[in-house]
């Protein structure tokens, strides 16, 4: 099993310009969420899909789309990118209970110049 | 809402100090109480949680213990090693809803030989 893959794992952009960000689990979990990581913020969530079809807005979704394409996949995308989201970028899976804990990929390291 | 509070780093020990890194939360409800953490480089790996009060998680010499009187759930380990050395997250995930997990800001550790 690979859990959670994400790609790519580094990305420069130019301010305005767009891109998608992907992940893929394969452990068959309900759940999906994207985080941002900033100096001493710890983790902050943009968006979460609590099944296959849905999605809803996190604590920071301005900014930012989302796409659940399956039960496997769940992408991120910036479609005019700002300075602001320079971050490092983190998707998550779980089995959807709060016993459950979440599975993290390796992260996005995105530079928005 | 719901927040996590955890010490400010970086941590400093020598090799087979004993460690402490405070966490205190604020939450509506019964939520569940988790410890991650973020070798250089990588994701975000759990270590261990508790689900109710009074709850004891442990895993690889680190112990942390659900505290419902003083909403607290300090990590700590007997003797650290160089190994250990990483940043550590406190965090608890809501027990209704999208179940997404809210963080504190992390705290660096570094254990010198």
């Known amino acids: 099993n690979a859990g959670v893959t994400q790609t790519p794992k580094f990305q420069v952009l130019k301010t305005g310009q767009s891109m998608t960000l992907q992940c893929a689990q394969d452990m068959n979990h309900n759940s999906m969420y994207w985080y941002r990581q900033d100096p001493g913020m710890g983790l902050r969530l943009i968006y979460y899909s609590a099944s296959e079809g849905t999605t809803d807005k996190g604590e920071v979704p301005n900014g930012y789309n989302v796409s659940r394409l399956n039960k496997r996949e769940f992408s991120l995308r910036l479609e005019s990118a700002a300075p602001s989201q320079t971050s490092v970028y983190f998707c998550?899976?779980?089995?959807?209970?709060?016993?459950?804990?979440?599975?993290f990929g390796p992260g996005t390291r995105l530079t928005v110049l | 809402g719901d927040s996590v509070t955890q010490m400010e780093g970086p941590v400093t020990l020598s090799e087979e100090a004993f460690l402490t890194i405070n966490c205190t939360y604020t939450a509506t409800g019964y939520p569940s109480l988790f410890w991650y953490v973020q070798y250089p480089g990588e994701g975000l790996q759990l270590l261990l949680k508790a689900t109710k009060a009074d709850d004891k998680g442990s895993n690889k010499g680190f112990e942390a213990t659900y505290r419902k009187e003083t909403t607290s759930f300090h990590l700590e380990k007997g003797s650290v090693q160089v190994s250990d050395s990483a940043v550590y997250f406190c965090?608890?995930?809501?027990?209704?809803?999208?179940?997404?997990?809210?963080f504190g800001s992390g705290t660096r550790l570094q254990v010198q030989p």
């Open positions: 965090a608890l995930s809501e027990s209704t809803g999208r179940r997404a997990l809210t």
């Open positions: 998550a899976s779980s089995a959807r209970d709060s016993y459950d804990e979440q599975f």
